[in-house]
């Protein structure tokens, strides 16, 4: 069983940054692909960025509409994932959630992964 807790959200204005952070439990956090996720009212919750950890390293990847802006990392020892969101826009306004899986197909589709978190809320005033 795993647990995740998000932080770091808040309401900020358009071109700021936020940097999210979950902190997962478990021994076994380095096995699994994290990724995060939004939801913005009435809408589907929306693939957002996902890493992955090999004995080879990460690798990561982002939706369109953030590449070049948010940035996925992962620290094993903490067991935590981190998304440094820079540039925001008030699109990115949305419940972020973090999740882990070991994702078998694509990392953007939600039923890949098992675990989730509450969300945080960030809202990007324009």
């Known amino acids: 069983q795993v647990q995740l807790v998000e932080s770091g959200g808040g309401l900020v204005q358009a071109g700021d940054s936020l940097r999210l952070s979950c902190a997962a439990s478990g021994r076994t956090f380095s096995s699994y692909t994290m990724g995060w996720f939004r939801q913005a009212p009435g809408k589907v919750r929306a693939f957002v960025a996902a890493i992955t950890w090999s004995t080879s390293g990460s690798r990561t990847f982002y939706t369109d509409s953030v590449k070049g802006r948010f940035t996925i990392s992962r620290d094993n020892a903490k067991n935590t994932v981190y998304l440094q969101m820079n540039s925001l826009k008030p699109e990115d306004t949305a419940v972020y959630y973090c999740?882990?899986?070991?994702?078998?197909?694509?990392?953007?589709?939600?039923?890949?992964?098992?675990?989730w978190g509450q969300g945080t809320q960030v809202t990007v005033s324009s």
């Open positions: 999740a882990a899986g070991w994702v078998a197909g694509s990392l953007a589709s939600r039923e890949g992964y098992e675990y």
